[in-house]
């Protein structure tokens, strides 16, 4: 049950709740009120019949002594030299006795209750209707109250989900309410837009870092490249263009993290057979790993970034874990599984960290390859899983747009 719905059967339930308690008190002032008038006149009766009757003169027409239908309490409060007043019954019809006691006997008088009765009745429907149009009216303005929340409510939750999936220019602004005034989902709407701001110039700054250090290091490597080539032949040069071949793997990292980060890739589509992609990105690796095909599929994708994401993924499980490396294809899915001791914990949960390797002599994460992989991967429309086999091994699962 949603919020909105939640507040308006709370609302209707204490409204019904104090429209019965105040119905039940206006209806007992009401009747106390009207039928002690009803009381008094018979009492008053009742005391003219007794002077008349002690005087000896015609008493009032409704008046007599033990007269029929004289409710047996009023006649016992007569014997007993009492006077009492009650609602009971003469010839079938409602009517208020009044007693007291004359000479032994019971001097009685009544007046009828019918008409007291109907008026009775007629003011407590009034009362009914008037609880139940008051409940109603506060039902439906709660009920309108709730929605308007709600959908406050509910374009606050959009926005976040639209920021979760990447859109960092969401902002909730005046659409979480409309007018003047402090309240808690405006200041649930402004924390989510301050949060929206601070994590977008933050993710700026670490594009902009990135791009920034790719490029400045990439003029200065092309130089030390040229310098590598004019030494001597002999161990000496063959470390230097060992680690300046790391060195330009890093910057090209760098640079392709940068354009994925400025959304300036699109991709180049055309139609293929997925298990002869896989088979190329392995031969292009150069590594040892199975390929397994339970069901083969046309996929409409880029060859290129295809094959950059699935080198990545070869090349992690052979740095990081263990032989032999599987990759799977079962219809539009790859699934890429090696033997090692699986994925950290942190990288299942948070997903790819760049600058952070799987090397416990490095740090915490996986670098660099797994987040081209995450990039390539949006660019692309597919959707990763980090997981680990029931060995305990890594296991990465691709899922491609259907096609």
């Given at each position: 049950?949603?919020?909105?719905?939640?507040?308006?059967?709370?609302?209707?339930?204490?409204?019904?709740?104090?429209?019965?308690?105040?119905?039940?008190?206006?209806?007992?002032?009401?009747?106390?009120?009207?039928?002690?008038?009803?009381?008094k006149e018979v009492r008053d009766e009742l005391d003219y019949a007794l002077s008349a009757y002690e005087y000896g003169t015609t008493m009032?027409?409704?008046?007599?002594?033990?007269?029929?239908?004289?409710?047996?309490?009023?006649?016992?409060?007569?014997?007993?030299?009492?006077?009492?007043?009650?609602?009971?019954?003469?010839?079938?019809?409602?009517?208020?006795?009044?007693?007291?006691?004359?000479?032994?006997?019971?001097?009685?008088?009544?007046?009828?209750?019918?008409?007291?009765?109907?008026?009775?009745?007629?003011?407590?429907?009034?009362?009914?209707?008037?609880?139940?149009?008051?409940?109603?009216?506060?039902?439906?303005?709660?009920?309108?109250?709730?929605?308007?929340?709600?959908?406050?409510?509910?374009?606050?939750?959009?926005?976040?989900?639209?920021?979760?999936?990447?859109?960092?220019?969401?902002?909730?602004?005046?659409?979480?309410?409309?007018?003047?005034?402090?309240?808690?989902?405006?200041?649930?709407?402004?924390?989510?837009?301050?949060?929206?701001?601070?994590?977008?110039?933050?993710?700026?700054?670490?594009?902009?870092?990135?791009?920034?250090?790719?490029?400045?290091?990439?003029?200065?490597?092309?130089?030390?490249?040229?310098?590598?080539?004019?030494?001597?032949?002999?161990?000496?040069?063959?470390?230097?263009?060992?680690?300046?071949?790391?060195?330009?793997?890093?910057?090209?990292?760098?640079?392709?993290?940068?354009?994925?980060?400025?959304?300036?890739?699109?991709?180049?589509?055309?139609?293929?057979?997925?298990?002869?992609?896989?088979?190329?990105?392995?031969?292009?690796?150069?590594?040892?790993?199975?390929?397994?095909?339970?069901?083969?599929?046309?996929?409409?994708?880029?060859?290129?970034?295809?094959?950059?994401?699935?080198?990545?993924?070869?090349?992690?499980?052979?740095?990081?874990?263990?032989?032999?490396?599987?990759?799977?294809?079962?219809?539009?899915?790859?699934?890429?599984?090696?033997?090692?001791?699986?994925?950290?914990?942190?990288?299942?949960?948070?997903?790819?960290?760049?600058?952070?390797?799987?090397?416990?002599?490095?740090?915490?994460?996986?670098?660099?390859?797994?987040?081209?992989?995450?990039?390539?991967?949006?660019?692309?429309?597919?959707?990763?899983?980090?997981?680990?086999?029931?060995?305990?091994?890594?296991?990465?699962?691709?899922?491609?747009?259907?096609?």
């Amino acid at each position: 049950m949603g919020l909105r719905w939640r507040i308006a059967l709370t609302i209707t339930a204490v409204s019904c709740t104090v429209a019965a308690v105040l119905g039940v008190l206006v209806h007992n002032v009401v009747t106390r009120q009207v039928v002690g008038e009803v009381r008094k006149e018979v009492r008053d009766e009742l005391d003219y019949a007794l002077s008349a009757y002690e005087y000896g003169t015609t008493m009032p027409e409704h008046a007599g002594i033990d007269p029929p239908g004289l409710p047996t309490r009023l006649r016992e409060l007569a014997a007993d030299g009492r006077r009492g007043t009650m609602v009971g019954e003469r010839a079938g019809e409602p009517v208020m006795w009044s007693a007291a006691p004359a000479d032994g006997k019971a001097l009685a008088v009544w007046q009828p209750f019918g008409a007291t009765r109907s008026r009775l009745d007629t003011i407590d429907t009034a009362i009914l209707g008037s609880a139940l149009l008051a409940a109603g009216t506060v039902t439906l303005a709660g009920l309108f109250l709730a929605a308007r929340i709600s959908r406050r409510l509910s374009a606050t939750a959009a926005v976040a989900r639209r920021i979760t999936d990447g859109d960092l220019d969401a902002r909730v602004g005046m659409s979480a309410g409309s007018g003047k005034g402090h309240d808690e989902v405006r200041d649930v709407a402004a924390a989510l837009d301050s949060m929206a701001e601070s994590l977008q110039r933050r993710l700026e700054s670490e594009k902009r870092f990135t791009a920034d250090v790719a490029h400045e290091l990439r003029t200065p490597l092309t130089g030390m490249v040229a310098a590598a080539g004019l030494l001597p032949e002999g161990r000496p040069k063959e470390m230097i263009n060992d680690r300046l071949g790391a060195l330009r793997g890093l910057t090209e990292d760098l640079l392709e993290i940068s354009r994925l980060d400025a959304g300036a890739e699109t991709a180049d589509l055309s139609e293929y057979q997925l298990s002869a992609l896989v088979e190329h990105a392995v031969r292009g690796t150069g590594l040892e790993a199975e390929t397994e095909v339970v069901r083969d599929v046309t996929v409409r994708t880029d060859r290129r970034r295809l094959d950059r994401i699935l080198s990545n993924l070869i090349v992690n499980s052979h740095k990081h874990g263990r032989p032999p490396v599987t990759l799977t294809v079962d219809g539009p899915v790859i699934e890429v599984r090696d033997q090692g001791d699986g994925y950290p914990r942190e990288l299942v949960e948070q997903g790819p960290q760049r600058f952070r390797t799987g090397d416990p002599g490095r740090g915490r994460g996986h670098g660099l390859g797994l987040t081209i992989v995450m990039g390539q991967a949006g660019v692309l429309g597919i959707e990763v899983e980090f997981g680990a086999t029931e060995s305990g091994g890594a296991r990465t699962v691709l899922r491609l747009p259907a096609h």
